[in-house]
């Protein structure tokens, strides 16, 4: 079975400054792809950024990246000159099965609040 | 390009009572997968269809739950006799489910269960 754990239950950020949230999972796979997913308050689940476990290089999309460590099972996600409107819940996720059987396994969430 | 769209978006019930869920995925896509979000949880994976083939349900998926994709279009999920358990808000997702490379969820935003 997979696990992810987000131990943040809610992080806090000036407006312009940079944000780092956390994410470990563990799986026995050696094939797998990992997730960051943004739930505002319209609820709509939208993709972030996705990172291939076979990839060495660390996925990049904008004012987005991560810093995944394959060897610690560490998926942490940075967010660069933080907006208002990145407020939202994040969702790190793990996906083993390409999607099919068992589907994505979720962390709780971490609450991202943006200061003005 | 519309996206995924659930209806309804709200659903308040009795308890012991029916309900049932459409998604329409985005078209063209041909996996269609159905999540519950419990409140401070992550979502949870229930069930994926291929098409109209339905190729793994979770156990979390109790009898009193049943998915279809009539001709691999939309989806419907109907949850009998409900309990109060059962309150939560239904995702639904879909992708192209071609190259696992390239797969990725779009989801929609949800059905909000209200079981009293």
């Known amino acids: 079975a997979q696990t992810v754990t987000q131990s943040q239950p809610e992080m806090s950020v000036q407006e312009a400054e940079t944000v780092t949230l956390s994410c470990t999972y563990d799986t026995s796979e050696s094939d797998y792809y990992l997730f960051w997913y943004k739930q505002p308050p319209s609820r709509q689940m939208i993709l972030v950024i996705r990172q291939e476990a076979y990839k060495q290089q660390n996925a990049t999309e904008n004012r987005f990246s991560v810093n995944f460590q394959k060897a610690a099972k560490s998926f942490s996600l940075k967010i660069s000159d933080s907006q208002l409107g990145d407020a939202a819940m994040y969702f790190c996720?793990?996906?083993?099965?390409?999607?099919?059987?068992?589907?994505?396994?979720f962390g709780k969430g971490t609450h991202l609040i943006i200061q003005p | 390009d519309t996206g995924v769209s659930q209806d309804p978006r709200h659903k308040i019930t009795k308890r012991g009572q029916n309900v049932t869920f459409r998604c329409d995925p985005i078209s063209e896509h041909n996996r269609l997968y159905w999540y519950r979000q419990t409140l401070g949880q992550g979502p949870e994976f229930l069930t994926y269809f291929q098409n109209e083939a339905q190729l793994e349900k979770s156990r979390l998926l109790s009898d009193r739950f049943s998915a279809e994709r009539p001709k691999g279009s939309f989806s419907t999920l109907e949850i009998q006799r409900t309990e109060q358990g059962d309150s939560a808000m239904y995702l639904c997702a879909s992708s192209l489910g071609r190259a696992r490379v390239d797969e990725k969820l779009f989801f929609g935003s949800g059905t909000q269960l209200s079981v009293l």
């Open positions: 996720a793990l996906d083993v099965s390409g999607g099919g059987a068992d589907g994505l396994t």
